[in-house]
């Protein structure tokens, strides 16, 4: 085999590694941005059923409220 096949063999092999290695990065990349994503959701679906939970137990507070004591919507009968 001669200089020059020689050479360009090693030079092919390189730039194939090296773009099969780049590749393999990219993709644990990718991944690993993926699973922040799916890290991210599930987060905000606590936060989200967190919140309609304490919605749901301040309506049942404001309904036992208006049980006990008569409330006004604040027509401007204030103190003063």
Same mark, same amino acid.
């Given at each position: ?14 730039? $194939?590694?090296? #773009? ?7 993709? &644990?990349? @990718?991944?690993? +941005?993926?699973? $922040?994503?799916? #890290? ?7 936060? &989200?059923? @967190?919140?309609? +939970? ?27």
């Amino acid at each position: 085999m001669s200089r020059a096949a020689k050479l360009t063999l090693a030079g092919t092999s390189a730039v $194939a590694a090296g #773009i099969v290695y780049s590749v393999h990065f990219q993709q &644990k990349a @990718e991944k690993a +941005a993926m699973h $922040a994503g799916v #890290i991210r959701d599930i987060e905000q679906q606590r936060i &989200k059923k @967190e919140r309609l +939970a304490d919605f749901e137990m301040q309506k049942a507070l404001e309904e036992e409220y208006r049980k006990v004591q008569a409330v006004s919507d604040g027509g401007g009968g204030g103190e003063g």
